[in-house]
């Protein structure tokens, strides 16, 4: 679990613009691997999303932000899925991370 909160900080470290930018670091970077053939070691360095919690990813972006536990409650609810403990612990993760 702890890998899926790594990855996603290093991710949405990717999906920030840099300071002066309206364009996710994750374009600059690629746009420099594409002129130098060389790619830059945060692309390099990012690790693999597990694949077993991907699904907790895809979650986390059809939340709105922020959110609280009740608001986490009451959507697991509408959407009918069965949001254990842990998954919920790990969706106010990635939010502390993203905000």
């Not at 996710?24 to 360095?45: F, N, S």
């Not at 409650?73 to 509408?78: E, G, R």
Request: glycine share 4%; aromatic share 12%; proline share 8%.
């Amino acid at each position: 679990m702890g890998q899926l909160v790594e990855w996603g900080k290093a991710e949405l470290t990717l999906l920030r613009p840099p300071p002066g930018s309206d364009r996710p670091l994750r374009e600059h970077l690629e746009q420099i691997w594409k002129v130098t053939g060389e790619r830059p070691k945060e692309l390099a360095d990012q690790p693999d999303c597990p694949t077993d919690l991907q699904y907790l990813w895809l979650w986390f972006w059809q939340l709105s932000r922020p959110f609280n536990f009740t608001e986490l409650h009451h959507w697991s609810q509408l959407t009918r899925r069965n949001l254990r403990a842990w998954e919920a612990e790990l969706l106010a993760d990635l939010q502390r991370i993203w905000i």
